[in-house]
């Protein structure tokens, strides 16, 4: 995801933030992460949550939301935890593991909105069957946990990796394309929010961003009968 080297405090501690997905109860519900009744609020997941800002921020502007971070490196997994930690952020949590599994995880239809903010681009061509975004597989999963209505949202720097993601979700008839509409935590201006876009932007790059939402049941079987 293009992230630099991020030292992490020796005295870090997840505890009560961080989680295992190799350790959690199963089967995952993410809710059960929370100090809070089942079904109590909508659940919002970010997918390579890096060192947690967008957690941070969003979970102060949106305290009635839960938001779960993914991220699968140790190193940024544990800077999160221990970040949120420190912020006291009581709707906020971040799960170790591989983003699919934690998906292939989760009850279906759980999650009211999806965020991928600049997903790794792999950018050598050998690695380019690793771009999450364009995997058929990833993509069924994303489909499978969104709850009708609910947005996936995707930013960029990457024209060619935005130009293959536009085409992969356009192949999927349950992905509806949307207006973007930012998250509450971005500034006037901005897609994302995160420090990577703000970098990104003084570095005059071109950052772009797509909306799909999961179509309703009764949608998908229109579109079975059409076809």
């Known amino acids: 995801m ?8 020796r005295d870090a501690d997840p505890d009560g933030y961080g989680f295992d997905l190799e350790t959690v109860e199963r089967p995952f519900d993410p809710r059960r992460l929370f100090d809070r009744a089942p079904g109590e609020a909508p659940l919002e997941v970010e997918i390579g949550s890096g060192k947690g800002s967008f957690l941070v921020a969003e979970s102060e502007f949106a305290p009635d939301t839960l938001f779960l971070g993914v991220e699968r490196a140790r190193r940024y997994w544990l800077y999160a935890a221990d970040r949120l930690r420190r912020r006291e ?4 949590r971040i799960v170790r593991g591989d983003a699919r599994e934690v998906l292939d995880a989760m009850p279906e239809g759980s999650v009211s909105g999806l965020h991928m903010y600049f997903p790794d681009p792999w950018p050598k061509r050998r690695h380019a069957h690793r771009r999450l975004l364009i995997q058929p597989e990833f993509l069924t999963a994303c ?4 709850a009708p209505g609910a947005p996936l949202r995707v930013v960029t720097d990457d024209p060619d990796y935005f130009n293959q993601i536009e085409e992969a979700l356009a192949a999927r008839p349950k992905l509806v394309r ?3 509409e930012p998250p509450a935590s971005a500034n006037e201006g901005e897609l994302a929010g995160s420090n990577f876009e703000r970098k990104y932007r003084l570095e005059g790059r071109r950052i772009q961003a797509t909306i799909v939402v999961r179509s309703a049941d009764e949608d998908d079987a229109l579109a079975d009968e059409q076809t």
């Open 143 to 146: 489909e499978r946990v969104l």
């Open 89 to 92: 952020r009581p709707n906020a």
């Open 2 to 9: 293009g992230r630099s080297h991020v030292r992490t405090r």
């Open 178 to 180: 949307s207006r973007y």
